[in-house]
């Protein structure tokens, strides 16, 4: 069973800058994605952006093209989130996870929200703010 735990949140002021990181652990899966979600009070979760393990490939919600980059380093089963230029409207609690049966493309499993069978984490509470 995989495992990940996400850090590098925090409270950062408008325009200012971010990584986040996502540690996998456990038995990993020859092919999975892995991504980040988001969640502000009162809203539903989104994905923000995803990599598949096998190409690479990426996926970037609309709110996130330009201003964040999702790379992996796949000899530490980490997935990293590189915020820039943030607004308060990306206040949220971010999540990392990871979906071991993987279908598709990981902009999918994204634009759903993930799947509750996913491994999660805990989250990570980013705060754009004055």
């Known amino acids: 069973q995989v495992q990940v735990v996400e850090s590098g949140g925090g409270l950062v002021q408008p325009g200012g800058s971010l990584t986040l990181s996502c540690l996998a652990s456990?038995?990993?899966?020859?092919?999975?994605?892995i991504g980040w979600f988001r969640q502000a009070p009162g809203k539903e979760r989104e994905g923000v952006s995803c990599?598949?393990?096998?190409?690479?490939?990426?996926y970037y919600a609309d709110s996130a093209k330009g201003r964040f980059t999702i790379s992996k380093d796949s000899t530490k089963n980490a997935v990293y989130l590189q915020m820039d230029s943030l607004k308060p409207e990306d206040t949220a609690t971010y999540y990392c996870?990871?979906?071991?049966?993987?279908?598709?493309?990981?902009?999918?499993?994204?634009?759903?929200?993930?799947?509750?069978?996913?491994?999660w984490g805990s989250g990570t509470p980013v705060t754009v703010s004055s």
């Open positions: 990599i598949a393990s096998r190409d690479g490939s990426t």
């Open positions: 996870a990871l979906d071991s049966r993987p279908t598709r493309r990981c902009s999918s499993w994204a634009l759903r929200g993930g799947d509750d069978e996913d491994a």
């Open positions: 456990g038995f990993m899966p020859d092919y999975y994605f």
